[in-house]
């Protein structure tokens, strides 16, 4: 379930001495200070390498006085579900984590989550992902990382290859062309290494159909929209230009060494993912190549060019406040909030790799003056610009729809169904099962 975690200083304590006056919150306070110490607990997970809990953590000690925070740690694949469970025990942490919007309704409607507006309406108008969690005109949570998804390329493995890096000018066509172009030219060059890597989650078809096609609407039980970005995916694979489904699945393929250990040259990829990269070439787990951030492939031309914005997708993750919170520590509570959404804590996070919420001119420095970081003007372009729309719509639908194209994802993938048969059956299950 979940434990207690040490502070970095290394001592037996569970607690972390955080720091209370509100001068780091980053925008307006949304009430006072409580007074005298105050005691927190946040949620998280996977927090010995996770580290963006203990660094916000650090940051807002460094600025505020007489807060004391608990970090308590969850099972990153079951968080949601022990999190409901302790909500409901009563055990639940003071502020916890909405991982992505997938189950942001269900603790809303359930009433498990604070009013924060007060929090939100101080906030810098840049910060990315406010919007989404906002329910009739309240908001419930503040974001503090606005992940986007972009294609990652091995510059070495495009020379080897013989074939032209991305220009930020290319559609899904151009990708595939690519992809099968990088597939033969590593093999002539004497190499195992394919084109791309697709891993195996259903957001990496279905999160970029459901942002980049006009009219698509998850909730509307019409899953069309999937049919051409699947077509596609099942060719590459069919190709040899990306490893199959099966593979994927059976051999466990993680998407870090696939990337980071030159077995692709390409791979569509959440920005979190630079952060992982950075440490895994400096520990050794990744090879030491020069690599690039691309903007995503776009479903058309309209989008494609550094002079246009391009259409991606990616979940605010967000942080709400546990509705059961003593009075006292409301104060408290809100002004950590508002310190993670703001300036202090996007600068925290940057300084680790990690894509806040709030990309300021200030922040996007930050962020490229780490070391490792591609500085090249596309890879800039990449990260800072990009109209991100979310992979799971705040509905009270969305899960139960989600699991079933989860289904229907391993389905077609696994190339047990053809692509249309098994869009059709995903709509009959959602009418059946959803209505």
């Known amino acids: 379930m979940k434990r207690m975690i040490p502070t970095a200083a290394g001592t037996a304590a569970v607690v972390l001495a955080l720091t209370a006056c509100s001068s780091g919150s980053g925008g307006d306070e949304p009430a006072a200070a409580a007074e005298g110490p105050v005691t927190l607990t946040l949620a998280g997970w996977s927090l010995s390498t996770t580290p963006e809990f203990q660094t916000l953590a650090d940051a807002y000690h460094e600025e505020n006085p007489d807060v004391t925070v608990e970090l308590a740690e969850y099972d990153a694949t079951e968080y949601d579900t022990q999190m409901i469970a302790d909500l409901a025990a009563g055990s639940a942490p003071d502020i916890y984590v909405q991982k992505n919007l997938k189950n942001f309704w269900t603790y809303q409607d359930g009433g498990q989550l604070m009013d924060v507006s007060d929090v939100t309406e101080g906030l810098d108008p840049a910060t990315g992902g406010v919007d989404f969690y906002e329910v009739d005109g309240s908001s419930y ?4 990382r606005q992940d986007s998804w972009v294609l990652y390329y091995n510059k070495d493995l495009f020379e080897q290859a013989g074939v032209a890096e991305p220009d930020g000018s290319w559609t899904w066509d151009d990708y595939a062309t690519a992809a099968e172009d990088l597939t033969s030219g590593l093999e002539e060059a004497g190499s195992d290494a394919l084109g791309t890597y697709q891993h195996s989650w259903q957001s990496v078809v279905q999160g970029f159909a459901l942002a980049q096609t006009e009219g698509a609407d998850l909730t509307s039980g019409d899953f069309g929209y999937l049919e051409p970005f699947y077509d596609q995916a099942v060719a590459l694979q069919d190709a040899g230009a990306q490893a199959d489904f099966g593979t994927v699945t059976t051999n466990q393929l993680t998407y870090q060494a696939q990337f980071g250990t030159q077995q692709a040259a390409m791979m569509p990829m959440g920005s979190w993912y630079v952060a992982t990269l950075l440490a895994q070439q400096e520990s050794g787990e990744a090879d030491e190549f020069e690599w690039g951030m691309a903007p995503i492939p776009q479903a058309d031309a309209s989008t494609t060019g550094t002079d246009a914005t391009p259409v991606t ?16 520590k409301v104060a408290a509570a809100k002004d950590f909030l508002a310190f993670a959404a703001g300036e202090g804590g996007a600068q925290a996070l940057a300084e680790i790799g990690i ?81």
């Open 141 to 144: 949570a503040v974001p503090y």
């Open 313 to 328: 997708f990616g979940d605010p993750t967000g942080l709400g406040i546990n509705p059961a919170l003593d009075e006292e």
């Open 355 to 435: 894509t806040p919420a709030l990309l300021s001119d200030s922040v996007v420095e930050t962020y490229f003056g780490l070391d490792g970081v591609p500085t090249d003007e596309l890879s800039q372009f990449a990260f800072a610009t990009h109209d991100t729309r979310p992979e799971n719509p705040v509905d009270a639908d969305t899960a139960a729809l989600q699991n079933i194209l989860g289904d229907t994802h391993s389905e077609i993938m696994s190339e047990s169904s053809s692509v249309a048969d098994a869009i059709e059956g995903a709509e009959s299950r959602a009418a059946a099962e959803v209505g």
